[in-house]
T-cell receptor
Framework: KQEVTQIPAALSVPEGENLVLNCSFT??????LQWFRQDPGKGLTSLLL?????REQTSGRLNASLDKSSGRSTLYIAASQPGDSATYLC????????????FGQGTTLQVKP | NAGVTQTPKFQVLKTGQSMTLQCAQD?????MSWYRQDPGMGLRLIHY???????DQGEVPNGYNVSRSTTEDFPLRLLSAAPSQTSVYFC??????????FGPGTRLTVT
């Protein structure tokens, strides 16, 4: 059974720091991996999607990498800002024909001014 | 273009009552799914659909029914609400197995 783990569960950093969030999964047979952001009391916003054949994706200050063979993904946030404070979730899609996602429990990030 | 809409935003039910959570999308996506989010448990898949007329169970389907009569709508029915179904419910849609888009959620409390 696929399991997704995110470490750390919580992280607090001063504004301006570069930081890395980690996601690991137990079964390397994934179709893609997606990173989401969730603000308190809100829905999920998609940040980046990495296909299984890709190694990384970038959007602005965000860079996500994928190492399928080792079952790991990282989300790198450059020059963090207080507005980046949120919970970050990673999710893997185990198949190509369902859209199903298996989620980690998230990392709650606080960026202090 | 409203994206994914969910109604209601909040609901309080008494044990044994039934209700339907609505999910609608205007992006002509094939795939729709329902998740529940609980503290310490993350998001878990309840039911999903790969197209009109096709539904299947996810990880935690007990106590819930779904149907998909149109591409746009994917309602989630609670047959007889229980306190264990207190949760935040999210609907998601996607075009195939690509990027999934989530609705704003329905916060349900069962007393």
């Amino acid at each position: 059974k696929q399991e997704v783990t995110q470490i750390p569960a919580a992280l607090s950093v001063p504004e301006g720091e570069n930081l890395v969030l980690n996601c690991s999964f137990t079964d390397s047979a994934i179709y893609n991996l997606q990173w989401f952001r969730q603000d308190p009391g809100k829905g999920l916003t998609s940040l980046l999607l990495i296909q299984s054949s890709q190694r990384e994706q970038t959007s602005g200050r965000l860079n996500a990498s994928l190492d399928k063979s080792s079952g790991r993904s990282t989300l790198y946030i450059a020059a963090s800002q207080p507005g980046d404070s949120a919970t970050y979730l990673c999710a893997v899609s185990p198949s190509s024909n369902t859209g199903k996602l298996i989620f980690g429990q998230g990392t709650t990030l606080q960026v202090k001014p | 273009n409203a994206g994914v809409t969910q109604t209601p935003k909040f609901q309080v039910l008494k044990t044994g009552q039934s209700m339907t959570l609505q999910c609608a999308q205007d992006m002509n996506h094939e795939y729709m799914s329902w998740y529940r989010q609980d503290p310490g448990m993350g998001l878990r898949l309840i039911h999903y659909s790969v197209g009109a007329g096709i539904t299947d169970q996810g990880e935690v389907p007990n106590g819930y029914n779904v149907s998909r009569s149109t591409t746009e709508d994917f309602p989630l029915r609670l047959l007889s609400a229980a306190p264990s179904q207190t949760s935040v419910y999210f609907c998601a849609t996607g075009q195939g197995p690509l990027e999934q888009y989530f609705g704003p959620g329905t916060r349900l409390t069962v007393t």
